[in-house]
T-cell receptor, first 112, second 114 residues
Framework: AQSVSQHNHHVILSEAASLELGCNYS??????LFWYVQYPGQHLQLLLKYFSGDPLVKGIKGFEAEFIKSKFSFNLRKPSVQWSDTAEYFCAVGPGTYKYIFGTGTRLKVLA | DTGVSQDPRHKITKRGQNVTFRCDPI?????LYWYRQTLGQGPEFLTYFQNEAQLEKSRLLSDRFSAERPKGSFSTLEIQRTEQGDSAMYLC????????????FGPGTRLTVL
């Protein structure tokens, strides 16, 4: 069965620390990959996406993610987090054009 | 407003009652999706419409659940004979067709079944 694993459920960092959130998926075919963010009290918003091409993708607010096909991974990174990055982050995989499979999410808390 | 809207934002109901939620997608989006999100989990796919046609339903969508998109615009999700296990956030999203169509999510309807 297709699945998405996010290994870190809760992460606490101080401002200016570097961030890496893990995402692994199980699916043997071609996939589209996404990271969504949900700030407190707000909608899910797209942070970045990978469809094809350069496996290092850059998103909004200084986030980037790297697709490593051999590891079935799509980890999210940010070199220096800010207090405003406090949110819940979801990795999602689209094995088709309509069905996304989401991970369980990682709650990030950034201490000022 | 150019976003996806959902109504109501919160619904508290007693077990056994029927509830209906509405989703208004972005007007030019022909695809509409319903997801359910429970505490500590990511959104889980429930069903998907392309225009007015319901093209897939998840096994999560029991016979008590029905979704419609009668004119290819807004959609409703009805839950009959609600159970406590139905308590969740119900999310609607819309997109243009094709692989490049990125989902825009609405704010969700939080259902609490007492």
């Amino acid at each position: 069965a297709q699945s998405v694993s996010q290994h870190n459920h809760h992460v606490i960092l101080s401002e200016a620390a570097s961030l890496e959130l893990g995402c692994n998926y199980s699916y043997g075919g071609t996939v589209n990959l996404f990271w969504y963010v949900q700030y407190p009290g707000q909608h899910l918003q797209l942070l970045l996406k990978y469809f094809s091409g350069d496996p290092l993708v850059k998103g909004i607010k200084g986030f980037e993610a790297e697709f490593i096909k051999s590891k079935f991974s799509f980890n999210l990174r940010k070199p220096s987090v800010q207090w405003s990055d406090t949110a819940e982050y979801f990795c999602a995989v689209g094995p088709g054009t309509y069905k996304y499979i989401f991970g369980t999410g990682t709650r990030l808390k950034v201490l000022a | 407003d150019t976003g996806v809207s959902q109504d109501p934002r919160h619904k508290i109901t007693k077990r056994g009652q029927n509830v209906t939620f509405r989703c208004d997608p972005i007007s030019e989006h022909n695809r509409l999706y319903w997801y359910r999100q429970t505490l500590g989990q990511g959104p889980e796919f429930l069903t998907y419409f392309q225009n007015e046609a319901q093209l897939e339903k998840s096994r999560l969508l029991s016979d008590r659940f029905s979704a419609e998109r009668p004119k290819g615009s807004f959609s409703t999700l009805e839950i009959q004979r609600t159970e406590q296990g139905d308590s969740a956030m119900y999310l609607c999203a819309s997109s243009l067709g094709g692989e490049g169509g990125l989902r825009v999510f609405g704010p969700g309807t939080r259902l609490t079944v007492l």
